[in-house]
T-cell receptor
Framework: GAVVSQHPSWVICKSGTSVKIECRSLDFQATTMFWYRQFPKQSLMLMATSNEGSKATYEQGVEKDKFLINHASLTLSTLTVTSAHPEDSSFYIC?????????????FGPGTRLLVL | DQQVKQNSPSLSVQEGRISILNCDYTNSMFDYFLWYKKYPAEGPTFLISISSIKDKNEDGRFTVFLNKSAKHLSLHIVPSQPGDSAVYFCAASGRSGGSNYKLTFGKGTLLTVNP
């Protein structure tokens, strides 16, 4: 139980294009999802918290106009990296909280590797 | 300012022995702690957690100990198996003025279990 999927698993794009990453909770409804990014040999850094039906809450230093988050349903949140540049290349991971399993534990997707050329 | 610290970037253990992974935190508002295991190019997998009202939680080969006065927790894996080789992240959670419980992660410790 508590399975989270992400699509795509990897993407290569040209500088200036936009990339959309999907995060789905497969066997539970997630009112809250989280988006992280991880640079090589670094920790997971929270980018934003996504609540179903409302605007996302962004962490300090994260540009909300560049990283668009939409949480349109209880099982789907999307992250769109707009006008991507090489410095946006990273490993993006989403997580979701299953209310039935406690409010603190987050279950993570497999991640999306983004390479911007 | 790093609120969750894993001071050992790596740990090497012999198969069958105990692995002890350590984590320190500075924010006394944290009230829930979690350990995640992560393989390269994959998302973290939840292992075990502990509430601040407890000092020990056990699940199979995994035991987490919490010392609140020292702001320290540890993950014990016994017996260690080669399949346990991965990066282990310590994470802490505390209510931050709303209903969302955000996780703050340490930098991780790479555990290598040698056959």
């Amino acid at each position: 139980g508590a399975v989270v999927s992400q699509h795509p698993s990897w993407v290569i794009c040209k500088s200036g294009t936009s990339v959309k990453i999907e995060c789905r909770s497969l066997d539970f409804q997630a009112t809250t999802m989280f988006w992280y990014r991880q640079f090589p040999k670094q920790s997971l850094m929270l980018m934003a918290t996504s609540n179903e039906g409302s605007k996302a809450t962004y962490e300090q230093g994260v540009e909300k106009d560049k990283f668009l988050i939409n949480h349109a349903s209880l099982t789907l949140s999307t992250l769109t990296v707009t006008s991507a540049h090489p410095e946006d290349s990273s490993f993006y991971i989403c997580s979701a909280r299953d209310p039935a399993r406690g409010k603190e534990t987050q279950y993570f997707g497999p991640g999306t590797r983004l390479l911007v050329l | 300012d790093q609120q969750v610290k894993q001071n050992s970037p790596s740990l090497s253990v012999q198969e069958g022995r105990i692995s002890i992974l350590n984590c320190d935190y500075t924010n006394s508002m944290f009230d829930y702690f979690l350990w995640y295991k992560k393989y390269p190019a994959e998302g973290p997998t939840f292992l075990i957690s502990i509430s601040s009202i407890k000092d020990k939680n056990e699940d199979g080969r995994f035991t987490v100990f919490l010392n609140k006065s020292a702001k320290h927790l540890s993950l014990h894996i016994v017996p260690s198996q080669p399949g346990d080789s991965a990066v282990y992240f310590c994470a802490a959670s505390g209510r931050s003025g709303g209903s969302n419980y955000k996780l703050t992660f340490g930098k991780g410790t790479l555990l290598t279990v040698n056959p």
